[in-house]
């Protein structure tokens, strides 16, 4: 009985002492919100939420075209400026609080409500950037219940304090100390990484692909060299995060670099004279360009080791990257489409050759594909010349200009020879073919063989 009495006298008395400490807080609250102090902060507070709210919309009007939700298949920076401006009110909120905290412990000023809407402030900040930017529900789900609340912690100035607990929560394995905090660590900032990599990718495809003069090949490349460097980044980033020693992990890579470069030389090789084919842009896509080895193609490709060209009967070369760097190429047409050719043919010496040439050039010049007309340029016009003397005739020949290679779909040549060949039947002009005279010296020979036959 006397322990039952004890111990509803030490309730009654730990009661009393917490009903003490609430009334005590809520004279202090009471106190604080009574204050001048507190009516003086809190007309600062709504003082300059007012003000950044009327500067944002002030700024959102000068940014009409931003400020205007983008329609389907806009630019990406456009989509994403707009997404932007929902952060302009809690920016400049964040600032004029910040300078308010400022100048308050400047003149000693009792600021824990303008402290207090700083780190309101700041959230509310975090949390816009998070519905703008991240569309991941999941990802965003953990940024407002984990980051958020870490920052929150961190504003107040109790992370530190959770930070050391977490740190004496740890168990070695070997030489390696694995503690809470260094997994908590790597967990929340390995998300953060992933996400703004995930981002930062989409957002440089987008970028790069968007970009008007760059063929398709060309931003594929890109995009590929983009995503391989923030890989790269974004890796090296999260292991300083997770505490590893980046200066052996240099020298290690430095040897395994020196290994797969005299191992994958030729591939590097090829890699770099891509791009550098890329950025010079010595190549582009459907120039026709013939190799020194004497292969000739259309390029239709641009891969990371090797270019694909394409040849008149439908095959396709593969050719090495660093083969356009290292060799000689004629590029026919990477400066101007128009290309000149010539098809040969030879009259009989008896032939008008002033009243043919102006015959020929007439004929050939009626053809789709050539170049002429009185507009064209005199030295872009058919040209009708004489060669050579032959043995059994005039050599002459016709030059002619046109657009693209004279060979596959633009085959012209075997036509312009067909034209020539019946312009001549048509107006008598006979083509010569070799012809010999035999002449008989001593006929006394001759005569003995026929009575010798006889």
Partial sequence: MNSNENHAESFEVTTQSLSTTLNNYVVVAQEAVLSMGFVVQLSIILT??????????????????????????????????????????PILSISFL???????????????????????????????????????????????????PVVFLHLVGILPGIVAVMESMSINVGNVEVSSYGVARVLIFGVILFWL?????????????????LDVTTKEVFTKVFEVALFCVMFVLLLNIMGINLTALAVFG???????????????????????????????IGDFVELEDGSKGFVREFRMRYTVLETYDGKDILVPNEKFINSLMINWTHKDPKQRYRIDFSVAYKTDIRAMCDIIKEAVGQHPQVISGEDIPFEERPDCEIDSFGDSGVNMFVEFWMIGIDDGKNRVGGDLLLIVFETLREHNIEIPFPQREVRVLDNSAITMRNSTSE
């Fill in 254 to 284: 430095g040897a395994v670099g020196v290994g797969l470069g005299l191992g994958l030389q030729s591939i590097a090789s090829n890699f770099i004279s891509g791009i550098i084919i890329l950025l010079d842009r010595s190549l582009t």
């Fill in 197 to 213: 990599g995930r981002a930062s990718r989409n957002v440089g495809k987008e970028l790069i692909r968007n970009h008007e003069k």
């Fill in 48 to 89: 300059i939420y007012l003000f950044a709210f009327l500067l944002a919309g002030q700024i959102r009007l000068r940014l009409g075209a931003i400020n205007k939700p983008p329609e389907q298949g806009a630019h990406t920076l456009k989509i994403l400026a707009h997404k932007l401006t929902g952060i302009i009110f």
């Fill in 98 to 148: 910040k300078l308010s905290t400022v100048l308050g412990e400047q003149y000693q000023f009792d600021d824990w409500l303008l402290n207090v809407a700083l780190v309101v402030a700041v959230l509310l900040f975090l949390n816009t950037l998070v519905r703008a930017l991240v569309d991941s529900k999941n990802i965003a789900t953990f940024m407002r219940w984990v980051v958020l």
